[in-house]
């Protein structure tokens, strides 16, 4: 799943770290993660173990990100094509493009 779906993985590693509050032990066992094939039904189980040193890139990586927004600053963009797969299903495709940079 990791080397697949680095989004879902950093997602699950965040979710372990910020909700070790609300659910004591959260990130001392494995998250189980399920996918369903949509052409075969076929189901996937994986047990994904906690990774703090992804937390920590990722949460470094968010403070980046609004360090930047309250500075004006614009980040560079993950590609020079907007019809780049990422940004056609982007939810900010539309501000983003308009933008000169
Ligand atoms: S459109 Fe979205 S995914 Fe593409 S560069 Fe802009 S913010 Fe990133």
Request: proline share 6%; hydrophobic share 45%.
């Amino acid at each position: 799943m990791a080397l697949s779906k680095p989004v879902y993985a950093a997602r699950i590693a965040t979710y372990q770290a910020y909700m070790e509050t609300a659910v004591p032990g959260i990130s001392a066992n494995p998250a189980l993660f399920t996918a369903i094939n949509k052409d075969t039904a076929d189901l996937h189980f994986e047990l994904v173990p906690f990774d703090a040193a992804l937390v920590q890139r990722m949460t470094d990586r968010a403070v980046r990100v609004l360090q930047a927004t309250e500075a004006h600053e614009l980040l560079p963009r993950i590609t020079r094509d907007p019809s780049y797969f990422e940004c056609r299903f982007c939810d900010w495709q539309d501000r983003c493009w308009r933008l000169a940079c």
